[in-house]
C-alpha cells in the first residue's frame, strides 16, 4: 500500500503534467486555426459521449503538417537550425578537448578547482551570459574599438546580429557541457598507455591520435548530444546575437505562437521538432547505458 | 607521470580566459558613470541606485525568488520520491514509461515543454500566474533532482536500510534515520540545481507567466532586446555575486565536511 502511494504520487505528477499536456499539443497539431478562445477547432466535448469524440476524430487532419512542407519559412528554418547546431557542436569540441585535456594532465590537487571554474558559470544566468556578448560584440562595443584601436581594422566589423555572433554565443554558454564529460573521460586514463606507445615508436601527435582519442571517445560523443539537442531547439541565443537572417525552429515557434497565435501551427512546428530530435536523443542514450554498463 | 606541457597552460589560459572575461567586463561595465555602456566615464555606483528604485524590477525579483523557493522545494521532495521509486521499487506496471517520463523532460527542447504545458492550463481554465509557473518548474525541475539523487541512491549500500528494518524500524524510520542522512548531500544538490533552473529560466516562463506575475529573466529579457543598458549591468553583476558567494560557500562547507568525515573515519580505525 505504501509502496504504491509512493509510486503513484511523482507518476500521477508526470502524467498530468508531462505526457498529457503532450498530447494536447499533438492534437492541437491536428486541429484547424479559428478565430475564437482557444484559437482552434474542434475542442473535444466529453459531454456528448461517444459520439462526440468520434465528431472530434473526424475533424482531425494533417493540413498544418501539409502547410508546414509548403510554406519555405518552416522547412529552411530547420535546415537552418540543424546546420547551426552541428557547426557549433564541432566549433565547442575544437574549442572544449583542449581545455579538457589540460584539466586531466594538471596535478591532482589543482583539478577539484580547476573543475569548479568550468561548473561555476553553468550555475549563472544562462541570459546574463548571453547578454553579456551583446555589450562586446557591438558595431560600437568593446572588441570593435579594441581593434581599431590597436589599428587592425578601419571600421567597425558587423559581427552582432549575426550567424558569427550566435555561434561564439553557443560555444560560450554550452562550453562546460562539452568540458565535462570528455574531462571525466581523459581522467581515468592510464598514462602508461601512451608511454607504451611511444616505446613503440609513435610520435607524441601519432600516439594522441591512437590512444588518448579513441579512449576518450565516449566523452566526446556524450558532450556532442549534450550540445547539439538543446541547440537545434535555441530561442535566446538566436534572439538576442542573432539577427534578421539568422533562422532558428525555437525562435519561429515562439513567434507563431506570441505574435501570430497561430496555435495549430506552432503545435505542429513543436512536433516536427521533436521527431527531428528523437533520433539524436534516442543515440544519447545508448551511449550514456553503454557507458553505464562499461563502469558497472 | 603524467606530462603538463606548454600547450596545455595555453589552453587552460586561454579557456578560462573565455569563460570569464564577458562576465568581468559585465561587472566592471556596471560601475561605468555614462549612460553610453562601451564609454568609460569614471567610477559611479548610480545604476545601483535607480535599480533600487525601479519597481518593477523588484517586483519581478520578488515572484521569481518565491517561485524558484516553493517549485525547487515541491520539485526535491518529488524528485526524491521518483529517485527511490526508480531504484528501489524494483518492477512494477508501466515503469519504463515513468522512467522515460523522467528522462524525457531533461532533453525536450524548452519550446515544446512551455508550449505544451501553457496548452494544458488554457485547456483546462487555470489562469496563468505565480501558480502555473511554479507547477511548470516543479515539473522540470523534479527530474533533474531525481537524477541527481538516483546516481547517489545507486551507489548506497541496502545492508544498512535491511539492518535497521530487521532493528524494528518502520520503513519510513529506515528511510529518515539511515537513508536520509546518507544521500542528503545529493538531495541539498538536487534542491539547489532546481533552485537556480528556476531562477535562470526565461522560455517556459514566458509560456506559463500571465499579466498578474513576471519572472526576472521575462523583465531582463523585454528590456535587453532593445540594447544593452547599464541598470541590467547593474542587476546581472548583483545575480553573478550572489551566484558566486553561493558556489564558494558550498564548496568550502562541502570541502569541510569531508576533512571532518577523514578524521573521524581514522579516529575509528585507530579506535
Redesign the interface.
Known amino acids: 500500500m505504501?509502496?504504491l502511494t509512493?509510486?503513484a504520487?511523482?507518476?500521477l505528477?508526470?502524467?498530468a503534467?508531462?505526457?498529457?499536456?503532450?498530447l494536447?499539443?499533438l492534437k492541437?497539431s491536428l486541429s484547424d486555426t479559428a478565430i475564437a478562445i482557444?484559437p482552434y477547432t474542434p475542442t473535444l466535448d466529453l459531454s456528448e459521449g461517444w459520439a462526440g469524440f468520434k465528431a472530434f476524430l473526424s475533424q482531425l487532419d494533417m493540413e498544418n503538417f501539409t502547410w508546414l512542407t509548403q510554406d519555405d519559412l518552416y522547412w529552411k528554418a530547420y535546415l537552418s537550425s540543424v546546420r547551426i547546431a552541428f557547426i557549433s557542436t564541432i566549433l565547442t569540441l575544437i574549442?572544449g578537448y583542449?581545455?579538457a585535456?589540460?584539466?586531466?594532465?594538471?596535478?591532482p590537487e589543482w583539478r577539484p578547482t580547476?573543475l569548479?571554474?568550468?561548473?561555476?558559470?553553468f550555475?549563472?544566468?544562462?541570459?546574463?551570459?548571453v547578454?553579456?556578448?551583446?555589450?562586446?560584440l557591438?558595431n560600437?562595443?568593446?572588441l570593435n574599438?579594441l581593434l581599431i584601436q590597436i589599428g587592425l581594422i578601419s571600421e567597425p566589423l558587423t559581427i552582432l546580429n549575426t550567424n558569427t555572433a550566435v555561434y561564439i554565443g553557443v560555444v560560450?554558454t554550452y562550453?562546460p557541457f562539452m568540458i565535462l564529460p570528455i574531462y571525466s573521460a581523459l581522467e581515468k586514463m592510464d598514462?602508461s598507455l601512451l608511454e607504451a606507445a611511444e616505446d613503440l615508436g609513435c610520435s607524441r601527435l601519432q600516439a594522441f591520435w591512437l590512444v588518448t582519442v579513441p579512449l576518450s571517445k565516449q566523452g566526446i560523443i556524450a558532450g556532442c548530444f549534450l550540445v547539439f539537442?538543446?541547440v537545434?531547439?535555441e530561442?535566446?541565443i538566436p534572439?538576442?546575437l542573432g539577427g534578421s537572417g539568422t533562422l532558428m525552429i525555437?525562435k519561429v515557434?515562439?513567434e507563431e505562437?506570441?505574435n501570430n497565435r497561430d496555435?495549430p501551427v506552432?503545435?505542429a512546428v513543436?512536433v516536427i521538432?521533436?521527431l527531428i530530435?528523437i533520433l539524436p536523443?534516442v543515440l544519447?542514450?545508448r551511449n550514456e547505458q553503454k557507458q553505464r554498463e562499461a563502469e558497472g | 607521470m603524467k606530462r603538463f606541457s606548454a600547450f596545455n597552460a595555453v589552453s587552460l589560459t586561454l579557456g578560462f580566459a573565455f569563460l570569464y572575461l564577458p562576465m568581468i567586463i559585465l561587472v566592471i561595465y556596471s560601475f561605468n558613470a555614462s549612460k553610453l555602456v562601451t564609454v568609460w566615464a569614471g567610477f559611479s555606483t548610480r545604476w545601483y541606485a535607480e535599480l533600487l528604485q525601479n519597481e518593477a524590477f523588484l517586483d519581478a525579483a520578488w515572484v521569481t525568488i518565491r517561485v524558484a523557493v516553493v517549485s525547487s522545494t515541491i520539485a526535491t521532495v518529488l524528485g526524491t520520491m521518483a529517485a527511490y521509486v526508480l531504484v528501489r521499487a524494483g518492477r512494477f506496471h508501466g515503469r519504463t514509461l515513468f522512467s522515460g517520463m523522467i528522462y524525457a523532460p531533461l532533453v525536450m527542447p524548452e519550446v515544446i515543454t512551455g508550449l505544451s504545458l501553457l496548452l494544458l492550463f488554457i485547456g483546462i481554465g487555470l489562469d496563468r500566474g505565480i501558480l502555473t509557473i511554479i507547477l511548470a518548474h516543479t515539473t522540470f525541475s523534479m527530474c533533474y533532482v531525481s537524477v541527481v539523487v538516483s546516481s547517489r541512491l545507486v551507489s548506497f549500500d541496502r545492508s544498512l536500510e535491511e539492518a535497521a528494518l530487521d532493528l524494528g524500524c518502520t520503513p519510513f524510520e529506515a528511510f529518515r534515520l539511515v537513508t536520509l542522512p546518507i544521500i542528503a548531500p545529493a538531495v541539498i544538490s538536487g534542491w539547489l540545481l532546481a533552485f537556480t533552473l528556476s531562477l535562470d529560466d526565461l522560455v517556459i516562463a514566458s509560456f506559463t507567466a500571465g499579466p498578474s506575475a513576471t519572472t526576472l529573466p521575462i523583465k531582463i529579457f523585454s528590456a535587453v532586446r532593445l540594447g544593452v543598458s547599464p541598470e541590467i549591468n547593474a542587476l546581472s553583476t548583483i545575480m553573478i555575486g550572489i551566484v558566486t558567494l553561493g558556489v564558494i560557500t558550498a564548496s568550502l562547507v562541502s570541502k569541510r565536511a569531508s576533512i571532518r568525515q577523514q578524521a573521524e573515519a581514522q579516529a575509528a580505525v585507530r579506535a
Open positions: 505504501r509502496r509512493l509510486i504520487i511523482p507518476y505528477w508526470l502524467l503534467l508531462f505526457l498529457v499536456p503532450f494536447i499539443v492541437i482557444p574549442a583542449p581545455i585535456y589540460a584539466m586531466a594532465r594538471a596535478a580547476l569548479m571554474l568550468v561548473i561555476l558559470p550555475w549563472t544566468s544562462f541570459l546574463i551570459r547578454y553579456a556578448w551583446m555589450g562586446i557591438s560600437e562595443g568593446l574599438s560560450y562550453l598514462d539537442i538543446p537545434v531547439g530561442f535566446v534572439s538576442l525555437g515557434l515562439f505562437f506570441f496555435w506552432a503545435s513543436a521538432l521533436l530530435l536523443i544519447f542514450q
